[in-house]
């Protein structure tokens, strides 16, 4: 094989790779559901951020506009049912955390229900 095929061929591999890789879907999600806690994880392709968020405030009825413009959410809040959670949010990733201990039994469904739901988002 002359030095030029060759040449061509790791192009041609390296492109397809590369092309492959941008159009992959990686989405991964995590849950523990522990004793005192309740967690959902997920990683997933960042054009899908801007629905999550939108998810977000209409399934926690979050007035306070956290998850309305923003990529970058670091924050512990409590919801108008008194549901105390932490979530933190890059474009990609996304972390929800419940503590059982200071959340009624009726918080720890409701959030789990908005978590179960939000892995079809990422899909």
Not at 1 to 24: G, H
Request: glycine share 2%; proline share 2%.
């Amino acid at each position: 094989m002359k030095p030029n095929n060759k040449m061509l061929i790791a192009c041609s591999i390296i492109i397809t790779f590369l092309f492959s890789s941008c159009f992959r879907d990686n989405t991964n999600i995590s849950i523990h559901d522990e004793r005192n806690s309740y967690q959902f994880y997920a990683s997933y392709n960042k054009s899908k951020t801007e629905n999550v968020l939108h998810y977000l405030n209409e399934n926690l009825n979050n007035d306070n506009g956290y998850f309305s413009d923003l990529n970058y959410i670091d924050v512990t809040t409590t919801l108008h049912d008194d549901t105390k959670l932490y979530i933190k949010a890059t474009p990609g990733r996304i972390k929800i955390k419940l503590d059982k201990r200071e959340n009624t039994e009726a918080s720890y469904k409701r959030v789990k229900h908005i978590c179960n739901e939000l892995k079809d988002v990422l899909k």
